[in-house]
Nanobody
């Protein structure tokens, strides 16, 4: 059974940077596609960034492209989301997700495992 644990959220000001981490355990990390989603109050869970098991080409939601970077450390079984130039609109609970087939998707329905989420609040 895969377990995901996010960390690194917090309260920051607009323009600041923050790095989220997601620790993966229970299976072979390198064979999974990994993604970040977020959910703001009153909204559904929105895609942020993802990459497939081969880490060949990560892709991003248009709203974060150029500001956020997803990466993974296979030796540490961890995926990261480096966020910069944060805006109040980035305020949300951020979730890490894993897909067993190894191929990334922007659809929440494709992911098999989810973390509990970490709150990111950006003040103006």
């Amino acid at each position: 059974q895969v377990q995901l644990a996010e960390s690194g959220g917090g309260l920051v000001q607009a323009g600041d940077s923050l790095r989220l981490s997601c620790a993966f355990s229970g299976r072979t990390f390198r064979s999974y596609a990994m993604a970040w989603f977020r959910q703001a109050p009153g909204r559904g869970r929105d895609f942020v960034a993802a990459f497939s098991w081969d880490n060949d080409r990560p892709y991003y939601a248009d709203s974060v492209k150029g500001r956020f970077t997803i990466s993974r450390d296979n030796a540490k079984n961890t995926v990261f989301l480096q966020m910069s130039s944060l805006k109040p609109d980035d305020t949300a609970v951020y979730y890490c997700a894993a897909e067993a087939g190894g191929w990334a998707s922007a659809s929440v329905h494709q992911y098999d495992y989810w973390g509990q989420g970490t709150q990111v609040t950006v003040s103006s």
